[in-house]
């Protein structure tokens, strides 16, 4: 399946104003090509999605760890503000 795309100029030569048309086909979008590009496109979302949520899970490893961290800071912080205290 092929369209035409019209296509006008000005003729330099002429000094009327006659235009020439040109028909130039050109193949259209396939229904098979469309389907591999939306198949690519939907493969792209679902590595960013996975991403995402691997970020995610990432973001929530550290601020549990964190969270561990900072207790034992604090344990350490008592302990040495009571030792150095009494």
């Known amino acids: 399946m092929t369209t035409t795309l019209f296509r006008?100029?000005?003729?330099?030569?002429?000094?009327?104003?006659?235009?020439?048309v040109r028909f130039i086909p050109f193949p259209t979008l396939t229904n098979k090509e469309y389907t591999a590009m939306l198949m690519h496109e939907e493969l792209a979302r679902e590595r960013i999605r996975d991403m995402l949520q691997s970020a995610a899970e990432q973001r929530e490893a550290r601020a549990a760890g964190n969270t561990r961290r900072w207790a034992r800071v604090v344990g350490w912080a008592q302990r040495r503000a009571h030792r150095n205290h009494s």
Do not use: G, S
């Not at 006008?8 to 020439?20: N, Y």
């Open 8 to 20: 006008e100029r000005q003729l330099p030569h002429r000094t009327a104003t006659h235009r020439v």
